[in-house]
């Protein structure tokens, strides 16, 4: 993203918009500057901001002329009024950051919006995470901090070294040279995203292990780490078997997502071949 600087006014809208702090008013010039490699083309500021396209000069001149009398003339706080947030033209390698930071563009690798990632969310579809098994989301960075591929790949050759399986249908995984190792691509490393995810499945006796590796690896990295855990519930829709080893090393367990398995194909060809006006039967959309 760049700032017109025949454009510009300083008003500063565009630097509460931004969520990674990349945009700020230069005092000398006093017109909003982009800082280009915090920029994580996420695009908040663009769509964030209503665009209005009153004369530079103009709201220049009336600034200059208001602020003699002690009078402010400010346009609303969601508004650029000479609409000069420029989006560019994004190469290789730095649209892997937008393909990481907006929400609303399709990851090539997935073709899932967002971090391009469902995670463990489908599960009843793509049965990442089967009986007997642990998945865990590794994710990376927030608003405000970011992340770099060079300290994503800290963690997953950590993990690779363990022999654990990167998941392959992960958006960081298509960014890897070596997914034996955990490499990844030398031409992006120093790219900086909003937010990314890492997809592991292990068996239920490693989970301690991963999780001693996950926190040894993020004091050594600067971002924030955060730790999802995914497994199998029992008939009664409890979990009892990674539970206790969470809470060994000191979590307080809460139940972000429940998957209710609607979602697998057995369920969905039952209500295919249901008649239009009936009823899906409950003991099957429960199953």
Known sequence: MKISESKCVGCGNCTYACPMGAIYVDPVTRKATVNSDECVECYACYNGLSKEHLPPRTVRFTRRMMSKLWLRFEPDPDICPTDALEPDELSWPRVVRRAFSDPRVPHESTGVTGRGTEEVKTNEISNRIGIGMVGFTIEFGRPGVGVRFHQIQEMSMALAALGVKIQPKNPVTAMMSDVDTGKIRDDILNEKVLSAILEIAVPVERTEEIIRTV?????????????????????????????????????????AKTNLGLGRPQIREILREAPASAEPAKDAVAA
């Open 215 to 255: 926190w040894a690896v993020e004091k050594k990295i600067d971002t924030i780490v955060v730790l999802g855990v995914g497994t199998r519930c029992d008939e009664d829709g409890e979990e009892r078997v990674v539970a206790p080893i969470l809470e060994r090393l000191g979590y307080t367990l809460k139940r």
